[in-house]
């Protein structure tokens, strides 16, 4: 699977949970945290990716071409940069917050607008000026280390963390750590409660 399909098959299933979620009804709060779990640790670990291989691929591959269009690339790429560091901050708040809060659901909305928003400018605009700048073939390989990436990547949200290389890699690999110690034992400990904090 090339980058692009890989990014856009994670694109579908996060959607996926945000159809779930405008189902639920006021009452299904347990079933409402549980979602918002998923999309934490689904959105934490695709912006985590993209931000260490995708978007500096795309932002050296757009500069080294020196054209209009390699510039508007770039731009793109800083602006979803802006717009993860957006959502990051959102899901930070959320994960820390519990569903009888008065303000969950209307936080959960904005989110979802805002990773709409995003993953329509990013097919829209970002993708199609990505696949004619890469290339196929880098796209298969970026595609591969992407796919490995995931499995190691942070699974929460790190606002105030670096968000391009080399500063991210670092940082990243460490938090990845963390947040995944956190997860097992989360899942090990009795009486845990289904959150991310
Ligand atoms: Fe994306
Ligand atoms: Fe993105």
């Known amino acids: 699977m ?3 399909a890989l990014l856009t098959r994670d694109h579908r299933e996060v959607e996926q949970l945000f159809k779930q ?7 299904a709060q347990k079933t409402m945290k549980k979602l918002v779990t998923k999309m934490i640790r689904e959105l934490a670990i695709h912006s985590a990716v993209e931000e260490m291989l995708f978007y500096p691929a795309v932002r050296t591959a757009a500069l080294k071409a020196d054209t ?3 510039e508007a690339a770039s ?3 800083l602006e979803s940069l802006e717009e993860h560091h957006i959502v990051k901050w959102t899901l930070s708040e959320l994960e820390k917050m519990d569903p009888e809060d008065e303000r969950y659901c209307a936080k959960v909305e904005v989110l979802m607008e805002s990773v ?5 400018e990013e097919e829209g605009d970002l993708f199609p000026k990505a696949r004619k700048l890469l290339g196929q073939e880098m796209l298969d390989e970026l595609g591969k280390r ?3 990436a995931k499995k190691l990547a942070p699974t929460r949200p790190h606002p105030r963390a ?5 500063g991210n890699l670092v940082a990243g690999l460490m938090a990845a750590m963390m947040d995944r110690s956190k997860d097992m034992l989360r ?3 009795p009486g845990q409660k289904e959150t991310n904090a």
């Open 146 to 148: 992407m796919e490995k």
């Open 162 to 166: 670096p968000d391009s290389p080399p």
């Open 116 to 120: 709409r928003h995003h993953i329509e």
């Open 75 to 77: 731009d793109l790429v």
């Open 2 to 4: 090339d980058a692009i």
């Open 68 to 70: 209009r269009a390699g």
């Open 21 to 27: 979620f405008d189902k639920l009804t006021e009452r």
């Open 187 to 189: 899942g090990l400990l």
